[in-house]
Every structure is written in C-alpha cells, then in structure tokens.
C-alpha cells in the first residue's frame, strides 16, 4: 500500500533507515508505529504524480524539500510544467 513519498539521496534513505531502525522489517518495508505515522504525516507526499514531480525537481536542485511540502499538489505541478518549458526552450535556442 501506498502510503507517501519522501524525496531524496541515498544518504537521505539511510538516515531515514537509521532513524526508524527499531522498527524495521525488512528491504524497504516497516512495522507500522506512530513515530513513523508521524513523519510520513509531515514530510511525505500522498499524490504518486505529485511525489513525482517534487522528486524530479529536488533530484535537480529546483526545489528543497521543506519549500515543496510548503506548496499545494497544483502549485508543484505548474512549477515542475514551468521548469519542462524553459528546458524546451533552452533546446530549441
């Protein structure tokens, strides 16, 4: 089940992993716990194509992740199609 996406590094996973040791199961998989819950309440994104565009955009340096959880699904969006514009742009140039 889906339940949130959390952009970042390899070193941002294993911090993550690390954090939440106690509580893991196995691979990327956790037992569910209310510190874990937590976190995913306030530092993950819900919508899959949203998770993904904030996942391209802080891979790019565009976008940190605490400004994108400060932003709406559609404010995240119109920036990830502004960003894709102005790389089309810069191409046919």
Not at 21 to 50: G, Q, V
Not at 65 to 72: E, G, R
């Amino acid at each position: 089940m889906f339940l949130g996406a959390h952009p970042g590094s390899f070193i941002d996973e294993k911090s993550l992993h690390i954090k939440f040791n106690k509580h893991h199961s196995h691979y990327e998989w956790f037992f569910e716990n209310e510190d874990l819950k937590k976190y995913i309440k306030n530092h993950a994104f819900f919508d899959i194509e949203t998770a993904q565009y904030v996942d391209s955009m802080y891979r790019e340096n565009i976008v940190t992740l605490n400004v994108a959880l400060s932003l709406s699904n559609e404010e995240i969006k119109n920036i990830f199609l502004e960003n894709i514009q102005k790389k089309l742009a810069r191409r046919s140039d």
